[in-house]
């Protein structure tokens, strides 16, 4: 069956440093894969899309690289800031582009 | 982009009751999504909604306990029937945005539910 495999643990980082979440999946080829960040109590926004044909995607601090070899992206916050914290979920579309969202993980970032 | 409005954003419920959620968008859609989190988990798709037609049910949702109903373009309702404690969690109305080169969802708040 498809999965999508995000770190359970939080991952805690001092403010400054990068920020590097990793998404893998098994059993999808996925037209796209999309990043998503949820705070507590609100619903998902979305972040960053990248293509199955596109390796690296960037948006001001925020970088994604997608793998299709190794079936995973990796989700860098650069220069990461307390305001960052949050749960970042990913999200992969295959031909009905409505997204399959993994767990999640949570980033905690340290004044 | 599309603003969602969901309603109620948390209720707790007894057993064995029903409970609709309301969903209004800023715009029309063509699809509206509904998804389920329970805590710890990821967003699960319960259905997909368009307007006069049938919602089209994920493997494991079913209509009796999920009717949802769609009747105009920016309006949709989503009834959790006959609820357990293990329909306690957070439920979420979901729409794709105009870009749709980018397939961003746009979510709601979420309605939170306890069921005792």
């Known amino acids: 069956s498809q999965k999508i495999e995000q770190n359970s643990e939080a991952l805690n980082i001092q403010e400054g440093k990068t920020a590097t979440l990793t998404c893998n999946y098994t059993?999808?080829?996925?037209?796209?894969l999309q990043w998503y960040r949820q705070d507590p109590g609100r619903g998902p926004v979305f972040l960053l899309l990248i293509r199955e044909n596109e390796k690296e995607k960037r948006k001001e601090r925020l970088k994604v690289t997608f793998d299709t070899t190794l079936k995973q992206s990796l989700f860098h916050i650069t220069a990461s800031q307390p305001a960052d914290s949050a749960t970042y979920l990913c999200a992969l579309a295959g031909g009905s582009y409505i997204p399959t969202f993994g767990r999640g993980t949570s980033l905690i970032v340290h004044p | 982009s599309a603003v969602i409005s969901q309603k109620p954003s948390r209720d707790i419920c007894q057993r064995g009751t029903s409970l609709t959620i309301q969903c209004q968008v800023d715009?029309?859609?063509?699809?509206m999504f509904w998804y389920r989190q329970q805590p710890g988990q990821s967003l699960t798709l319960i259905a997909t909604?368009?307007?006069?037609?049938?919602?089209?049910?994920e493997s494991g949702f079913v209509i009796d306990k999920f009717p949802i109903s769609r009747p105009n373009l920016t309006f949709s309702t989503l009834t959790v029937s006959n609820m357990s404690p293990e329909d306690s969690s957070i439920y979420l109305c979901s729409v794709r945005g105009e870009k749709l080169n980018t397939g961003e969802l746009f979510f709601g708040e979420g309605s939170r539910l306890t069921v005792l």
């Open positions: 909604a368009n307007q006069g037609s049938e919602a089209t049910y």
């Open positions: 059993n999808y080829s996925p037209a796209y």
């Open positions: 715009s029309q859609v063509t699809m």
